[in-house]
């Protein structure tokens, strides 16, 4: 763990398990100098835990400078699951993994990510009291995702301002790596403003969706990184976990 090419200082890392279930998970906690940790529970069925624990070092450390940027009392924390999301045994392994949230007592909270959303926030909310981003918080329907999506665009709108001193987003090219909610919502945003958008993820319906309603170029996930564009915004979604 300590020699991991992806630790850095973090403060507590929990292998989590449930025999009855078969729960595989990790919490990372990377640092609560600014108050609790904080970060969303992400489920994937990565290939190997070794896949899991990076993701989960990497994702915790980015929590921590993004709550702190944002000013918030929190440090950075990060959990995930490793399983397939379309399992219909899912809330159980949710309810058997916010038992382990809540045994840290409050020294991380958790909320929604790939593969979790806030309908399934409320689940793990059954048996934990630390966790954001819950359906029940909402009026019916609302994806808090979209949150995620409009930071993304006010980020490349800003970058557009700041390097080019552009006003507007016509003809500027963005890549767009993964077509969750967030994802998929910032394409719209995006197009809507004029920009040309090139665009990856794991999932060949999320893609097809994304490129016949906002005219978007696909590639593969594991090329999204080398294509000749302005701006990659840091908007993660499943197609990161192939990364």
Partial sequence: MFTHAEFDHHEQVLFCHDERTGLRGIIAVHSTALGPAAGGCRMYPYATIDDALTDALRLSKGMTYKN???????????????????????????????????????????????????????ILAENSDFVFARASQYPDGFNPSLFTA?????????????????????????????????????????????????????????????????????????AIHAQDVDVLPPVRSAASSTM
Wanted: net charge neutral; no cysteine; charged share 25%.
């Fill in 68 to 122: 702190a940027i944002a000013g918030l009392p929190l440090g950075g924390g990060k959990r995930v699951i490793v399983a397939d999301p379309s399992r219909v045994d899912k809330p159980d392994l949710l309810r058997a993994f916010s038992r382990h949230v809540q045994s840290l007592g409050g020294r991380y909270w958790t909320a929604i990510d790939v593969g979790v959303g806030p309908a399934d926030a409320d």
């Fill in 150 to 222: 409009l930071g993304g665009f006010v980020g490349v709108q800003a970058v557009a301002a700041h390097i080019w001193n552009r006003a507007d987003l016509k003809g500027l090219r963005v890549a767009i790596q993964g077509l969750g909610a967030t994802g998929r919502d910032l394409a719209r945003r995006l197009h809507e403003a004029g920009a040309e958008l090139v665009v990856a993820d794991v999932k060949d319906e999320a893609v097809r969706d994304v490129v016949a309603s906002f005219a978007a170029e696909a590639v593969a996930p594991e």
